[in-house]
């Protein structure tokens, strides 16, 4: 019965959203729909639009060998029950961890995304809020590079902010 009544909740959302999407403003899923689904993952991006966002907003975070991933928090205690930040992590290494589980057993094993991953499949069907994370004050020129080389590459420039802690729209 309670669980009936959730997906006719859930649907009841969707119709409401798709109906908001169309003034033109941008209705953002904030990490995805992160309420349903574990945040910042493909699954939570595609379930946000299903539900209709028109827009995403995410965080981007620099692996230890400088793989752009996606990912908001400072350390991954919370997400992933291992401790330290991402730019501890080499890519191999956040592969192999599991970013779902914490968020029920029916997420168990799903893969933290690349930036390029979100960019390769959302790149303008939507508009993209970026939030570059750093855990200093300095940002790497050469990852900001790479960034909006990639923006470029998926052609997606009129469809993306890149956001900066603290908060500067670049």
């Given amino acids: 019965l309670w ?4 997906e006719e909740l859930e649907e ?9 999407a169309k003034t033109g ?10 309420s349903y689904r574990p945040e910042n993952t493909m699954a939570a991006f595609r379930l946000g639009l299903e539900m209709g966002a028109n827009g995403i907003e995410t965080d981007v975070q620099i692996s230890k060998d400088g793989v752009l991933m996606i990912y908001h928090d400072d350390t991954m205690e919370a ?3 291992f401790g330290g930040s991402i730019c501890d992590y080499t890519y191999e290494e956040l592969l192999q961890l599991d970013f779902g589980s914490k968020h029920g057993e029916k997420f168990k094993g799903l893969k933290i995304p690349t930036f390029e991953e ?4 959302f790149a303008c069907h939507c508009i993209m809020n970026i939030h570059i994370k750093t855990l200093s004050e300095h940002y790497d020129e050469a990852a ?3 960034i909006v080389a990639l923006i470029r590459k998926y052609d997606c420039v ?8 603290p908060d500067r729209v670049i």
């Fill in 79 to 81: 997400k992933t029950g």
């Fill in 144 to 146: 900001m590079k790479r």
């Fill in 158 to 165: 009129k469809h993306v902010y890149l956001m900066l802690s």
């Fill in 3 to 6: 669980g009936t009544f959730l």
């Fill in 25 to 34: 403003f941008v209705n953002y899923a904030h990490r995805g729909a992160s």
């Fill in 12 to 20: 009841k959302l969707r119709v409401i959203l798709r109906e908001e």
């Fill in 118 to 121: 979100i960019l390769q499949k």
